[in-house]
Every structure is written in C-alpha cells, then in structure tokens.
C-alpha cells in the first residue's frame, strides 16, 4: 500500500517539477549541479561536484562555466589555495532553486488539502515518526550512483 501511495503521489509531483525544469531550458547536468550545490552547505570545488553527481571534471568544469554564463552560480578562488576554484550559487541560482522547491511544496499542499481533517492528521502523525526519529532513514536511499 505504502508503495502505490509513493507512485502515486510521486508522479503527480514529477509531472509539476518536470514541466518546471523543462521550461527552464537548463539541461540535465546544469540542473544536477545546481540542485548538488543548493543542497549543500556552503561553496563547492568542481572537483566535489564531479564526484557528487558522477561527472568528469572536464563536464563538470564545462557545465559550471555556462552555469557562471547565466549568472546561476560564482566561481571564485579558495583563500587558502588560489588553485581551487570554489563554486556558489548567486541570488539567481538561489531563486531557481527555491522555485523548484516552490513547486514541490504546492504540490504536497494540493495533495494535503484534498484529504478529510482526520486522515490528513494520522498521515502527518504517522509521517512525523519518521521524520522526526533519532536513526536517518533517508540516508541509505540516496547513497552511491543512480541508476536507470
């Protein structure tokens, strides 16, 4: 049951970000890096976003330079070691990215809003155990290279 809810739920959300991302004309690297980089604490050499989204670091340099060319992301250069080149997102990289999450939220909203008060409050109970826990159950999900 739990499986065809998340099927089912997580088409409805992918239909919503997947026609906000393809009106965004970005291509799938650009977007990879800039969801690698507003996922992230802080500044990014190119060599951790390679690793991250299991690119060359010559792609990965090439995409961060159109990224740079759109004003979606800065480069500038480590203060301890001016060979590094640190990658961030710019205030235009950050509104993308907080759209995206924009469209998310209205779809958890919608969804939510659709649910009689009683069931709603037993799935944010029992979603809440989850969340909330002392163990990361997410953790061993996102763990190593996609795969199609």
Same mark, same amino acid.
């Not at 991302?21 to 500044?43: M, N």
């Not at 958890?108 to 009683?118: E, G």
């Given at each position: @049951?739990?499986?065809?809810? !998340?099927? /089912?739920?997580?088409?409805?959300? +992918?239909? $919503?970000?997947?026609?906000?991302?393809?009106?965004?004309? &970005?291509? !799938? %690297?650009?977007? +990879? *890096?800039?969801?690698? &980089?507003?996922?992230? =604490?802080?500044? @990014?050499?190119? $060599?951790?976003?390679?690793? /991250? #989204?299991?690119? %060359? &670091?010559?792609?990965?340099?090439?995409?961060?330079? +159109?990224? *740079?060319?759109?004003?979606?992301?800065?480069?500038?250069?480590?203060?301890?070691?001016?060979?590094? +080149?640190? #990658?961030?997102?710019?205030?235009?990289?950050?509104?993308? #990215?907080?759209?995206?999450?924009?469209?998310?939220?209205?779809?958890?909203? /919608?969804? *939510?809003?659709?649910?009689?008060?009683?069931?709603?409050?037993?799935?944010?109970?029992?979603? =809440?155990?989850?969340?909330?826990?002392?163990? =990361?159950?997410?953790?061993?999900?996102? /763990?190593?290279?996609?795969?199609?």
């Amino acid at each position: @049951m739990l499986t065809e809810f !998340l099927h /089912r739920f997580l088409s409805a959300a +992918k239909t $919503n970000a997947t026609d906000f991302l393809a009106d965004s004309e &970005l291509t !799938l %690297s650009q977007l +990879k *890096v800039l969801f690698t &980089l507003g996922h992230h =604490d802080g500044p @990014m050499s190119v $060599n951790e976003i390679a690793e /991250r #989204i299991h690119l %060359s &670091l010559a792609a990965t340099g090439r995409t961060v330079d +159109k990224l *740079v060319g759109a004003t979606l992301v800065d480069r500038r250069e480590d203060q301890a070691d001016r060979r590094v +080149k640190r #990658i961030s997102l710019t205030s235009a990289g950050q509104r993308f #990215i907080d759209s995206e999450r924009a469209v998310k939220d209205d779809t958890v909203a /919608r969804f *939510v809003s659709t649910l009689p008060a009683d069931v709603g409050e037993q799935l944010r109970a029992a979603l =809440d155990l989850v969340v909330h826990a002392d163990t =990361d159950y997410f953790a061993e999900c996102t /763990r190593g290279p996609r795969t199609a």
